[in-house]
């Protein structure tokens, strides 16, 4: 003991454990590193982009400023977990929007769509009645700057949000995402809220027009918006006590199908006796779904 | 500092860290998680980390950081789930006058849960420079830098560690000897 190196050494010993990190758990540690690295904001100038924020909001209602400073639909459907749809947000079939309105104490931005079969990692029954699928990306924040309530916070769903596509010439309260076999599933990131959405596949519809509809209502919510019955154009109702927002889909014309369409509206607005395996699908979605929200189960 | 720098960290200091925090949390499972945690706190922080700033001093700070405030959550796991991993490869010839009987090794590791125990008991003040010290292997100026106190008062904490430590060993030896 009188040999202080000796000591020292003793300690050295006897204080260095002989585990280690495991080659897995690094790994893994260098995985969620290059994953966050993927989910950075595309721009972190806060400052510049609340300028021109502040600008494009005294200007224009809709402006195309959002998406240098919002995560891209392919980000967002990237931390929900679903690779297979974030590569369909990269591929050039997906159309990237970046449409944003201001409406009461909401910034609503639309940023992207996508249609496809297969083009999603989460496959619920709703595939068995309509393999083709829209997909599209909203995120909603606060005018004020201040972050909306994470998914984990009780103040969280207390100010809903119904977010449909909309096809013109159909009752929107009759043809909505809830009807067509909807979802959709919520992430906060840096106190914005991302939705993804998805229901039947919409591009079929693209040469009569097709909406996107906001409103801060559980359902569609007929006081948000108008509806033409002689036109079947939808508008927004400016004098709602909420917020709603509507924007218009671009949707690829080269994929109408008129045949489909038809089929398909016959089928929602008159569902008489399908073939059993469409009840059975129906069912499902019944029982593992309430209004909608087979991806709210992924969550 | 960006996030490939890091990922490099995770190979090039990974083990020192991983043991530093095993000393401190104590349990595997717990090991695990803050030191990942390091890391992804690291991220975050990277851009203040610079690559020829010795960054290993400041993936300890933020290990310390965690594991003060969480440190409720691993002491009473610590309570439940006591240590009991062994190096059976610890040299520990130079406390034994003679050549190593079995008897020798049973008191070698003793003397090591003992030596261990007493560092544990060490208040923090102590307990943190001595695992940085050893079980990181950091210098004096290293955990300096990383605590934010003069390099004296590093060697001030780990002298009076040493001589806790000496004090406790020698009393202990001295009862099995007696006894």
Sequence with gaps: MKNSESFNQLLKLTLTPTVEPSDELNQKIIDKLKENENMKPVSRKRLSVALVAAAITL??????????????????AEHLGDKTLAQAFDDKNAIEINKSVDSGDYHFTLHGIVSGKDISDFKGSAEKVNPNRTYAVVSIAKKDGSKMPDTKDDEYGKVPFFISPLIKGEKPWQVNIASMNGGYSDSVIDG?????????????FADRGLYLCISTSSFYDIKAFNYNEKTGVVSLNSNYKGANALFNLPLNKTK?????????????????????????????LASESKPFGNLQKIL | MDITDLSELVHLHGKAIYRFCYNLAKNQSDTDDLYQETFLKAMELCHKIEKDN??????????????????????????????????????????????????????????????????????????????????????????????????????????????????????????????
């Excluded at chain 2, 991993?85 to 003679?98: A, F, G, M, T």
């Design chain 1, 59 to 76: 200007t224009m209602s809709i402006s195309a400023f959002a998406a240098c400073n919002f995560f891209n639909p392919k980000q967002v």
């Design chain 1, 192 to 204: 914005v809220m991302y939705r993804l959405i998805e229901c039947d596949g919409v591009e079929m």
């Design chain 1, 256 to 284: 109408v199908n008129h045949e489909k369409a038809d089929k398909y509206l016959q089928e929602l607005l008159n569902p008489a006796k399908d073939s059993s395996e469409d009840d059975n699908a129906q069912a499902d």
């Design chain 2, 54 to 179: 010795n960054p290993k001093a400041f993936l300890i700070s933020i290990s310390i950081g965690l594991w003060k405030n969480t440190r409720r959550k691993y002491a009473r796991r610590q309570r439940i789930a006591p240590i009991d991993e062994l190096n059976e490869n610890v040299n520990i010839n130079y406390i034994s006058k003679d050549e190593s009987s079995p008897e020798e090794i049973i008191i070698s590791k003793e003397s090591r849960i003992m030596i261990q125990n007493a560092a544990d008991s060490l208040n923090d003040k102590l307990k943190i420079p001595l695992y940085m010290y050893y079980t990181a292997e950091m210098s004096n100026e290293d955990i300096a830098l990383a605590l934010k106190i003069p390099q004296g008062t590093v060697k001030s904490r780990l002298y009076k560690a040493r001589k806790i430590l000496k004090n406790i060993l020698e009393r202990e030896v001295s009862n099995y000897e007696k006894f």
